[in-house]
């Protein structure tokens, strides 16, 4: 980052933080597109699966702390406080819609650019909550369609009724059929107080990251442009 900071806290939230977490998305970014790439047209394997998940997660709470890292960085170098002039307490800092101090002292163009993303920050608290408090993100193995439903669970009981009849060769046979059916789509799945939300990870990646990336460039060239 090109702005000269004059406080030594915030530049290492900066520096050593959003800058750090930067490069972490980055690099899961990479990993995600390489476990399972766009154009995988196949019922990829459970390691797959996994190291997607796993850098899917580990790319959410980065994204969350790339935000947290950003608004300690303006609170400090604007020394942001409550109206009696007393520090802002630790949960009071952030740039979620609740976080109406830290919003509101950032101006008007920069309020109006975040207010526009308040469906963002939704989904990624939503997430963000699930996989720390709830059920971790996941990636569905495969999917059947529909109308194959049916089929899928018959063949299903017919595989386990050929096992136990020690008939490997139409066992085999079935888990073709079976697996004929299978298809794979790209999605995490969340979940979050009852709620579901499903997202295509290639897609929502990048989107994040470009986000997280304009929200940095705007907070940053407001410091340097009005300085405090």
């Known amino acids: 980052m090109q702005h000269q900071f004059r406080n030594e806290q915030a530049k290492g939230f900066a520096t050593h933080g959003f800058s750090r977490r930067l490069s972490t998305l980055v690099r899961c970014i990479e ?43 303006w609170v400090l170098e604007r020394n942001v406080t409550k109206s009696d002039g007393q520090p802002l307490p630790r949960e ?42 709830q ?3 996941y990636v569905p193995p495969f999917s059947i369609a529909p109308q194959n439903a049916d089929k899928y669970y018959n063949v299903e009981m017919s ?12 066992v085999r046979a079935q888990q073709r059929e079976r697996d004929s059916l299978r298809f794979f789509q790209p999605w995490i799945v ?22 997280i990336e304009m929200i940095g460039t705007e907070l940053i060239v407001k410091l340097s442009a009005h300085p405090a």
């Open 31 to 73: 990993n995600t597109f390489f476990a399972i790439p766009p154009e995988f047209d196949e019922v990829p394997t459970l390691n797959q699966t996994q190291d997607v998940m796993i850098q899917v997660q580990a790319f959410i709470f980065n994204v969350f702390g790339c935000l947290d890292n950003l608004a300690w960085v």
């Open 92 to 133: 009071w800092i952030g740039l979620q819609p609740d976080n109406k101090v830290v919003r509101q002292s950032l101006g008007q163009e920069l309020q109006k650019v975040l207010g526009s993303m308040d469906d963002w920050f939704a989904y990624l608290e939503e997430f963000r909550h699930a996989l720390a408090h």
């Open 135 to 137: 059920i971790p993100l």
């Open 159 to 170: 595989i386990f009724e050929s096992i136990t009849q020690r008939n490997e060769a139409k």
């Open 190 to 211: 969340g979940s979050s107080n009852g709620r579901h939300r499903t997202i295509q990870f290639h897609t929502q990646l990048l989107t994040d990251f470009k986000t």
